[in-house]
Each structure stands twice: as structure tokens, then as C-alpha cells.
T-cell receptor, first 115, second 113 residues
Framework: DADVTQTPRNRITKTGKRIMLECSQTKGHDRMYWYRQDPGLGLRLIYY???????NKGEISDGYSVSRQAQAKFSLSLESAIPNQTALYFC??????????????FGEGSWLTVV | SQQGEEDPQALSIQEGENATMNCSYKTSINNLQWYRQNSGRGLVHLIL?????REKHSGRLRVTLDTSKKSSSLLITASRAADTASYFC?????????????FGKGTHLIIQP
């Protein structure tokens, strides 16, 4: 089983609809992230969380919200989806210990298409 | 904003040849990491090099770091078709927190059989 699991893996939704992407991890890491990937733009950070009570905005948080339900669960919501939110979304965790150097572990991604 | 920039954006070589890709960054770093992404899949960590290291090896991978030039290179020796993927460098900025790991836009490597 994957250490970082994202659901759904693929979703097509209509403009204006609310959509939630869910993420769960079994690595026991406190730090979790949501990234967005667009062709030619690399990865951009949407939100990150140090622990259940700590949520922080990333580079492109507008139009998104998150919920850290437990150490192992971090969900991303698009309150009112728009077509330019069509992208590949990644959940990730990291180990900030000195030895690991904040190595990031990614899920397999969720393809979201907004029509 | 993106700290690391990979070069070239795309690279196509014959199987068996060596592939070299470069990464430049702007600010002081704690470490630099390389990741691989197969098409449409999640990124996978390949190797980490710390700011006080100059070279590191892992199997067919060789990474160098030149902090004076703020650059790193990833060499894949004896390339295989399975090495076809996008490769990203990520820098952990000195003093950075959870958002201190910043990714470049990637080099798309194609290994021709």
C-alpha cells in the first residue's frame, strides 16, 4: 500500500461546484502539504500544515481551503471550482529531522478537470 | 517564487549514454534534493546533498554541488529506457520552514532505445 494515498485519483467537475480532495498517510509525519502542478510551471505550494492545529498558506492559496482532520489526514477543498484550477494535485508529507533534510514523500496525484 | 531552475528543459539521448542535467538556485541552502517524476505520477526522491558536501553517489546517479556558483548537476550514467522521466531539483533554504523546500520546473529526459 502507498504511504501517501490520495482520493479521488481523477475527477471531472463543473464550474462552480465544490470539490474535495482527500489525503491520508501512514508515514507518521507531522508535516503535510498540498501542491499543484501545471505543465511548464513545476510544482506550486497551496497549503501546508505542521500539525493538526497548524495550517499555513502557500504560494497559491486563493480559491482553496484545507482541513487537517488528524495527523494522518489532510484534505483540500475547492469551494467553487473554476476552469483554471484544472491541474494535477499532489499531497505530500515530509520528515524535517536533520538526517532526512525535509525529504518530501508524494502521493500519486489527483487529476482534476473543471469544465 | 521558484528557487531552483533546471537546465535543459528537455533532453533526448540514446540508451546507454550518460545524461547530465543542471540546477541553479538563488539563495543559501541547507541541502539540495533531486526528484524523479514518471509521466502523470507522483515525484519520487532520488538523492539529497547537503550544503557542506560537494559530490554524492547513489547507484548510477552522481550529484555535484557548487555552493559558490549556486548550482548542482545530476548525472545518470549508462542510461536506460526506464530513466525516461522528468527530473526536478528542490532546495531546502537555510532557515526555511515547511515551505523551505522549493521545486524547479524540471528537465524532461527521454531515453531513445
Amino acid at each position: 500500500d502507498a504511504d501517501v494515498t490520495q482520493t479521488p485519483r481523477n475527477r471531472i467537475t463543473k464550474t462552480g461546484k465544490r470539490i474535495m480532495l482527500e489525503c491520508s498517510q501512514t508515514k507518521g509525519h507531522d508535516r503535510m502539504y498540498w501542491y499543484r502542478q501545471d505543465p511548464g510551471l513545476g510544482l506550486r505550494l497551496i497549503y501546508y500544515s505542521f500539525d493538526v492545529k497548524d495550517i499555513n498558506k502557500g504560494e497559491i492559496s486563493d480559491g482553496y481551503s484545507v482541513s487537517r482532520q488528524a495527523q494522518a489526514k489532510f484534505s483540500l477543498s475547492l469551494e467553487s471550482a473554476i476552469p483554471n484550477q484544472t491541474a494535477l494535485y499532489f499531497c505530500a508529507t515530509s520528515d524535517p529531522s536533520v538526517g532526512a533534510g525535509n525529504t518530501i514523500y508524494f502521493g500519486e496525484g489527483s487529476w482534476l478537470t473543471v469544465v | 517564487s521558484q528557487q531552483g531552475e533546471e537546465d535543459p528543459q528537455a533532453l533526448s539521448i540514446q540508451e546507454g549514454e550518460n545524461a547530465t542535467m543542471n540546477c541553479s538556485y538563488k539563495t543559501s541552502i541547507n541541502n539540495l534534493q533531486w526528484y524523479r517524476q514518471n509521466s502523470g505520477r507522483g515525484l519520487v526522491h532520488l538523492i539529497l546533498i547537503r550544503s557542506n558536501e560537494r559530490e554524492k553517489h547513489s547507484g548510477r546517479l552522481r550529484v555535484t554541488l557548487d555552493t559558490s556558483k549556486k548550482s548542482s548537476s545530476l548525472l545518470i550514467t549508462a542510461s536506460r529506457a526506464a530513466d525516461t522521466a522528468s527530473y526536478f531539483c528542490a532546495t531546502a533554504i537555510s532557515g526555511g520552514g515547511a515551505d523551505g523546500l522549493t521545486f524547479g520546473k524540471g528537465t524532461h529526459l527521454i531515453i531513445q532505445p
